[in-house]
């Protein structure tokens, strides 16, 4: 489905929120984490886009089960505007397809790369809140993506590998930008003492040996329903809204509208003209 031309408007006159959703490693559930938060999002009455940013290897639509006609390629090829590309997908939310083998950032040229920005800047007429799930690793990609954006989400599991890499990754955002403030998310828990006992190493390696602030935002419980819902090609916050993982993912999306610190005095520069300088660089 095209959004269409009549979409309306966001409700709020608040500034967009940018969310990057990364991980240090794939295989650790961060698009089905992405989507499923995104629905979340949407189904509290914020209007969620996820822009698919895994350049590359685009997979929301996949997960999704949703065959888009167009995608990210067709604005750079200049074929298409973003508005005819986004696609309405389940529970509200509205999707911005990546594209298998699109090409890096640091390869368009300058025309591309300005199409793309004004491309996503046209989504803050419509969207409280833009989810961006980037590719996994330490691509410039999603580095870049990661320092523009307003919060950042490390998604993760308790196996030492994944620990590790998501480590990496976060050493790579002090290192960029010792100010940044990412949030933890463990997924795949046993249990919520297993989630308090891995979160607690990780912010004390980091507190240790890094200068930025690691938090937690939550954590997503083992739960037989997650497995289910992906065989089917479905969100399992809609498939089983009262499995475990969705009251997880719940709390999480609680956690992101109502934060319990708020810096007012603290003024960012926009998404776009941080993105701008990082492509400059």
């Keep these: 489905m095209t959004l269409p031309i009549q979409f309306s408007d966001k409700k709020t006159n608040k500034q967009t929120k940018f969310i990057s959703i990364t991980s240090g490693k794939g295989g650790v559930g961060k698009t089905s984490f992405t989507i499923n938060l995104g629905i979340t999002l949407s189904r509290m009455g914020y209007r969620t886009f996820i822009i698919d940013a895994d350049l590359g290897t685009a997979n929301v639509d996949v997960l999704l089960n949703m065959h888009p006609k167009y995608n990210l390629n067709d604005i750079l090829n200049k074929e298409k505007d973003i508005l005819d590309i986004i ?66 989400i490390v998604v993760t599991t308790p196996e030492p590998h994944a620990i590790t890499d998501a480590y990496a990754i976060i050493k790579v955002m002090d290192n960029r930008d010792s100010s940044l403030k990412p949030k933890l998310v463990l997924n795949r828990v046993e249990s919520p003492e297993e989630a308090r006992q891995v979160t607690k190493k990780m912010i004390q390696v980091t507190d240790r040996f890094l200068t930025l602030k690691l938090d937690s935002l939550g954590y997503i419980l083992e739960d037989s329903h997650v497995l289910k819902a992906i065989k089917r090609l479905r969100p399992f916050v809609l498939t089983d809204p009262q499995s475990p993982a969705s009251q997880c993912v719940k709390n999480i999306a609680q956690k992101i509208v109502h934060p319990e610190e708020t810096n007012q005095l603290e003024v960012r520069k926009s998404f776009f003209n941080r993105f701008k300088e990082l492509f400059n660089k």
């Design 87 to 152: 696609i309405e997908g389940p529970g509200g939310i509205q999707v911005v397809p990546g594209g298998s083998g699109l090409q890096n950032l640091a390869d368009l040229d300058e025309w591309q790369f300005s199409r793309l920005i004004n491309s996503f800047q046209t989504l803050e007429k419509y969207a409280d809140i833009i989810l961006i799930d980037t590719g996994a690793g330490l691509s410039k990609n999603v580095v870049n993506f990661i320092l523009a954006s307003d919060e950042i």
